[in-house]
Nanobody
Framework: EVQLQASGGGLVQAGGSLRLSCAAS????????IGWFRQAPGKEREGVSC????????YYADSVKGRFTISSDSAKNTVYLQMNRLKPEDSAVYYC????????????????????????WGQGTQVTVSS
């Protein structure tokens, strides 16, 4: 069974940190491109960060560049999103998703992720940053 489980969200003060985890089962994250998306009430879903761990390529949205770091752990088949210096505008439900060849190619080209190209989605984890 193909499954993604996002976890690690919570309530933090502005300036704080959280590390989100995306644990995969039924497939190897190293064989796919993995993306983090977020959606806040009243706002569109936006791509945050992506990784193609087979070649080490990453993508970051301008809004999180320098604050967030995406990484993968092959042994745990898990992708992480380290979020530092959090801002209230980072508050959202964060989703991880996986896609194949097209997604990996987009990450290599540092293109913003297209959610239509992602095949599998986790349930999301809530991040709330207070001010």
């Amino acid at each position: 069974e193909v499954q993604l489980q996002a976890s690690g969200g919570g309530l933090v003060q502005a300036g704080g940190s959280l590390r989100l985890s995306c644990a995969a089962s039924g497939f190897a994250v190293d064989d796919y491109g993995i993306g983090w998306f977020r959606q806040a009430p009243g706002k569109e879903r936006e791509g945050v960060s992506c990784i193609s761990s087979s070649d080490g390529s990453t993508y970051y949205a301008d809004s999180v560049k320098g604050r967030f770091t995406i990484s993968s752990d092959s042994a745990k088949n898990t992708v992480y999103l380290q979020m530092n210096r959090l801002k209230p505008e980072d508050s959202a439900v964060y989703y991880c998703a996986a896609g194949g060849y097209t997604v990996k190619a987009a990450i290599r080209r540092r293109h913003a992720p297209n959610p239509v190209e992602y095949d599998y989605w986790g349930q999301g984890t809530q991040v709330t940053v207070s001010s």
